[in-house]
């Protein structure tokens, strides 16, 4: 056996000080491995060959990605993206592409300055003045709350570390800052992901969204001119949605509403643990599992996991149960939801519903708390005039976010690990309980052992 490490992300304030940068691609380990399968060389060969070679390698993955169709090719080359100043929005967006990573600035951490991103689209106009007089209305809350809950906490004998307390204020102070908020976080993504991504911010008619878009093409091109393609929207994803039918429909009361769960899940997850591992017949496994009494079930699960960890892994049988729920969560509480990608998580939208952080008790907070977001609402409605998408810059952390989540129980055991831990925030650990108590009272075996990391010890 031989291995060897074929590359690594490189900072490009390095990749400046080498001699001969043409050779400074992503482009030349995605053209070598894409020849591993038709030559008998050795892939350090085939790499060498590439790098001696940038040009020919370019025109191979040219032919190979785009014209041969083998798009996996381009998810060998990697890129790391700083985003500066881009807007909570926006950022939303471009945290919905599956595979990748995001890093982000917390808000939860970081004590914001009152940086925020005014649309280009009401540049000159008088909406202009009155969307910076909202933002700055919002600002002078968000300071205020911080203050008055960093003094409660203290004369509560708030314990923790100064960083502690000054987390644990502003983690519901933000809670009335608008989305246009500047941001900033760091990117990792294959150049497959980073072409779709880019489809996605064409077909967005927001002037912030294309702004993006080029600078991100410019950039990847630039290095890898022969992985990044089709880059713009054809004509039928623009004209997708505008096809469907419009059926009116009101946003349910529920936090958390079941859509549909698979049947028998536990008799699934038990019958897919022995077919993988002793083989056979899936379904004759599954439907003795079926014979099976309640005991004799609960009793072989405890068996198997005995012993479990909070680092352990479910096992994949566990994929075999799915569960699908419509939820109705802040933007804050979403903007935390929406990076288990590998969930299917379906955005709707906002509504003009929002959630009221519960250690704001005082009459005058919930008073001054009400008057944001009433005035966030009248500028929203005046956006939205100028174009549908614009509506959300001057919505805030606290409006209210709907959306499909589909996931199968082994994404919801690493789901509840995090979410219904002691440590996560609030609103969304209040949510996830209510997930875990109902997907347990679903799956009464399977789900049993659902619960945040903090829960294991106990």
């Known amino acids: 056996m031989k291995i060897d490490v074929a590359g690594f992300n490189l900072d490009s304030s390095i990749s400046g000080k080498i001699e001969d940068r043409s050779t400074v691609t992503p482009e030349t380990l995605s053209a070598a491995y894409a020849r591993i399968s038709r030559s008998p060389k050795e892939i350090t060969e085939l790499r060498a060959d590439a790098v001696g070679e940038v040009d020919r390698a370019r025109k191979s993955n040219q032919s190979i990605i785009f014209e041969m169709g083998h798009s996996s090719v381009a998810e060998h080359a990697v890129f790391n993206f700083d985003l500066i100043g881009v807007s909570r929005y926006l950022s939303e967006f471009i945290q919905r592409t599956r595979l990748a990573s995001f890093t982000e600035k917390s808000q939860r951490y970081v004590t914001l300055e009152g940086d925020y991103v005014t649309p280009l689209e009401i540049a000159g106009t008088s909406l202009e003045q009155e969307f910076h007089d909202l933002i700055e209305l919002q600002k002078q809350l968000y300071f205020q709350l911080y203050e008055s809950q960093r003094k409660k906490l203290l004369s509560e004998g708030f314990k923790g570390k100064k960083s502690e307390l000054n987390g644990a204020a502003k983690e519901d102070a933000r809670y009335v800052l608008s989305l246009a908020t500047r941001s900033q976080m760091g990117m990792t993504i ?78 699934k997850v038990l019958a897919a643990m022995v077919f993988e591992h002793q083989g056979g017949d899936y379904q004759a496994i599954f439907e003795e599992f079926l014979t099976w009494g309640q005991e004799r079930k609960r009793a072989l699960f405890e068996r198997l996991f005995e012993g479990l960890q909070s680092f352990d892994a479910m096992p994949r049988g566990f994929e075999m149960a799915e569960f699908t729920m419509q939820v109705r969560a802040s933007s804050s509480c979403y903007a935390q939801w929406k990076r288990h990608r590998t969930s299917t998580i379906l955005f709707a939208g906002r509504t003009d519903a929002y959630v009221i952080p519960p250690v704001y008790t005082d009459d005058s907070d919930l008073r001054q708390f009400g008057e944001v977001m009433k005035a966030s609402r009248e500028i929203a409605e005046k956006l939205r005039a100028v174009h549908p998408l614009l509506a959300d810059y001057a919505l805030t952390n606290a409006h209210e976010t709907v959306f499909l989540f589909k996931a199968n129980l082994r994404e919801l055991y690493h789901f509840s690990r995090l979410r219904s831990d002691e440590h996560a925030q609030w609103e969304i650990r209040h949510l996830s309980k209510q997930l875990d108590k109902m997907i347990r009272k679903l799956a009464p075996l399977s789900a049993s052992k659902m619960m945040g990391k903090s829960q294991f010890p106990k």
């Open 190 to 267: 294959n150049c497959r992901s980073l072409q779709r991504l880019l489809r996605r911010l064409s077909r967005t008619d927001l002037i912030e969204a294309k702004e993006l878009k080029e600078k991100l093409e410019q950039a990847a091109k630039s290095y890898a001119p022969s992985l990044i393609r089709y880059t713009e929207s054809d004509d039928f994803e623009k004209a997708l949605f505008t096809r469907l039918p419009k059926i009116e429909s009101s946003v349910p009361d529920e936090s958390i509403r079941l859509i549909n769960a698979d049947e028998n899940p536990d008799e």
